[in-house]
């Protein structure tokens, strides 16, 4: 079930309009797109991710290595063009956690306005393709940006800010409690999000599971912020309502089977750890889909 998800995902990527931020594997690593400015700036992204790359991406901060020098290097298709000064260097590339921090010559600097958003963004679209990347920090010879945003831009800002406009649909199955609370029943579904990471389809896959029908149990209406959720060496991080919380502890492991089936359909997700506000039985255990479990016992 799970390999079938997955490649259709993986279709639904690269057949999108504005590329958004998809990965196929290849024999030698994994092809990702650049963003560069597309040179036509027809409606829709003003982003073109024609243009790819294959990394290796066992070592992340080399492959976000690879992946910003090619964007400093520019475009070689005549449909792109690029947002960045070209003498501007990478000086430095570490992973903290999920965030990304890139440190720039001082050319960088000379960026500002809507350039300096064109530039970040190029980034920020590019480099949170790679799995466990969930935003950047950028600083100009280990400074903050003088004419920048501060903090951590990520791909969701990149969105809302319009650099790319076009949903990305993907099919999925969601696994809801039956009405009687007996067994698991799984509902297909096409949910639309802004964005390719995975953390962002997870999102969009549990604030799904609170909409059913009359023949499925539904958890309680909530929504979860990019705060709440990640997905870090396979395993997606969730922060629990506390009205989920209660439902699974009140009603039996069906429930908490029913987000992890549901999440782990996604590419790049094996298993999910639960987070709750108070000391609980769920807070920090880690549970794996049916199917692994059994192999695992």
Known sequence: MKKGICGLLSLLLALSLC??????QAETGTTLALYFLSAEAE??????????????????????????????DGPELATQTSPFPSSVRLLSCELSGSVLTLNFSEEYGKLSGSALTAANY???????QLDGVDG???????????????????QEQAMLRGAVSDPVTFAVQLYFPNADGTALEADY?????????SRTW????????????????????????????????GICEVQLPDSWTECILQNGD???????????????????????????????????????????G
Request: aromatic share 6%; glycine share 8%.
């Open 122 to 128: 190029s980034l920020v679209l590019t480099l949170c």
């Open 43 to 72: 409606s829709g992204s003003i982003y073109s991710s024609d243009a790819t790359l294959t990394v290796d991406t066992s070592d992340c901060e080399e492959a976000a290595s690879q992946l910003v020098n090619a964007l400093l």
């Open 189 to 197: 579904r096409q949910l639309s999000v802004f964005g390719t990471a």
């Open 202 to 233: 997870c999102i969009a896959i549990l604030e799904a599971l609170c909409v059913g029908s009359s023949d499925y149990s539904v958890f309680p209406e909530a929504s979860f912020s990019s705060a709440e959720v990640s997905v870090s060496q």
């Open 254 to 296: 069906l429930w908490q089977e029913s987000i992890v089936e549901s999440l782990c359909q996604v590419d790049g997700v094996n298993a999910v750890r639960f987070h709750t506000s108070d000391a609980t039985t769920l807070d920090g255990q880690i549970f794996y889909p049916q199917e692994n479990a059994e192999e695992a």
């Open 136 to 154: 950047l920090l950028l600083l100009l010879e280990g400074n903050p940006l003088p004419n920048g945003p501060s903090g951590v831009l990520t």
């Open 19 to 24: 590329g958004c931020g998809g990965s196929a």
